[in-house]
Nanobody, 124 residues
Framework: QVQLVESGGGLVQAGGSLRLSCAASGRTLSSYAMGWFRQAPGKEREFVAAMSWSGSIIYYADSVKVRFTISRDNAKSTVYLQMNSLKPEDTAVYYC?????????????????WGQGTQVTVSS
């Protein structure tokens, strides 16, 4: 079983930046793909970014492409989401997720393990 703990959320002004962290623990983490999703009040959880463990395959939602970057720290088994040029519409609870298998997916139903989420609020 994989355990995920997100951190780094908070309140930021439009145009600002935040870096979210997802600390992962478990066995054979290299056999998983990773993703970030977000959910705003009253809306469905939506895809943000995903990558294979090796980083050879990376996907971004069109709404965050160029502005956001997903990455991983090998030594700490931590997944990051660097968010730049934040907009009010980025406001949501952000979730880290892992799925079994090497290929990342954009569908929320394809993921097996989820963190508790971290709130990101972008003021205008």
């Amino acid at each position: 079983q994989v355990q995920l703990v997100e951190s780094g959320g908070g309140l930021v002004q439009a145009g600002g930046s935040l870096r979210l962290s997802c600390a992962a623990s478990g066995r054979t983490l290299s056999s998983y793909a990773m993703g970030w999703f977000r959910q705003a009040p009253g809306k469905e959880r939506e895809f943000v970014a995903a990558m294979s463990w090796s980083g050879s395959i990376i996907y971004y939602a069109d709404s965050v492409k160029v502005r956001f970057t997903i990455s991983r720290d090998n030594a700490k088994s931590t997944v990051y989401l660097q968010m730049n040029s934040l907009k009010p519409e980025d406001t949501a609870v952000y979730y880290c997720a892992f799925r079994r298998g090497n290929l990342p997916r954009v569908n929320v139903l394809e993921y097996d393990y989820w963190g508790q989420g971290t709130q990101v609020t972008v003021s205008s």
